[in-house]
């Protein structure tokens, strides 16, 4: 009997065209069960209800300036799917994003990967770019595809998690005090085992689905922001820079995926 990977695609109800996109590349993906979730809408979100699911004082004080509305939906649908995955008793699944551009042979890796990581250490694997990873060990092969340590990564475009990861995550950032994609603080302040994929299985479908959180975030570029979070900013840089060159270079050495990567994919996907 085939195992069936509990797939969940974030996706607001208003965006039809991408659901249909998402619908299109996973109608054939027999060995993924595919749910989609209807996204929280920040903008949406009343002001009372916001005060109740929103730490704004921590992500002032901790980013130095407001999460947007867009930031806190994101944050807020994947804690929905969080909450599922826990209460269905769910030990992995995959997490799509609705602007996610698949590698045809996703789910064999996705299966294989589930078939031999460790289901009740808290991890999750991105399945896309990382800026930073370890060159040493790999911790999983799927085939041709290696599983690494990652080092820095953001976004939430796609990615597999298992219960324990989801606890974690969801003990930290409800109410919402972090970004969904704070991998570098759920894995040093929950314990989570952050992992990525090289090459890459997914890549953003920028020119049909541009990011919405992005072009939100853009625009926050150059922002001022408080002293404190000046501060706090550079003590994590110092501390990352002293750990990579002192530590993580001399033993395990670094790697990064590149553009190359993205264009490598994205030349596959396009034939």
């Not at 054939?28 to 004082?57: H, P, Q």
């Not at 269905?88 to 995959?94: G, M, S, V």
């Not at 150059?222 to 270079?249: C, D, F, N, Q």
Request: one cysteine or more; hydrophobic letters at 40%; aromatic letters at 10%.
């Amino acid at each position: 009997m085939t195992a069936h990977v509990p797939t969940f695609v974030v996706n607001l109800r208003k965006d039809i065209f991408r659901r249909e996109w998402m619908e299109s590349q996973l109608r054939n993906e027999k060995s993924l069960a595919v749910n989609f979730i209807d996204a929280v809408d920040g903008r949406l979100i009343g002001e009372d209800y916001l005060k109740s699911i929103y730490d704004r004082s921590f992500v002032i004080a901790n980013e130095g300036r407001d999460f947007t509305r867009d930031e806190i939906g994101c944050s807020l649908s994947h804690n929905k799917i969080y909450r599922e995955i826990i209460e269905k008793d769910i030990n992995f699944a995959l997490i799509l994003e609705d602007d996610a551009w698949l590698s045809p042979n996703i789910s064999d890796v996705v299966l294989e990967a589930i078939s031999k990581i460790d289901s009740e250490e808290p991890a999750v694997i991105l399945l896309t770019v990382a800026k930073s990873y370890l060159s040493r060990p790999t911790v999983l092969r799927c085939g041709s595809y290696d599983v690494k340590l990652a080092y820095q990564a953001w976004g939430t475009l796609g990615y597999l998690i298992n219960k324990s990861a989801a606890k974690k995550i969801s003990e930290i950032n409800m109410p919402v005090r972090y970004s969904a994609d704070s991998w570098w603080v759920f894995r040093r302040h929950a314990g989570i085992k952050i992992m990525c994929f090289t090459p890459i299985l997914v890549i953003e479908n920028s020119s049909d689905h541009p990011s919405i959180i992005e072009a939100e975030r853009s625009k926050l570029r150059g922002t001022k922001l408080t002293m404190a979070s000046r501060l706090r900013r550079l003590k994590v840089k110092i501390i990352m820079l002293l750990e990579v060159y002192l530590w993580i270079k001399p033993f395990f050495g670094i790697e990064r995926h590149s553009k190359g990567d993205i264009d490598c994919l994205a030349s596959r996907l396009k034939k």
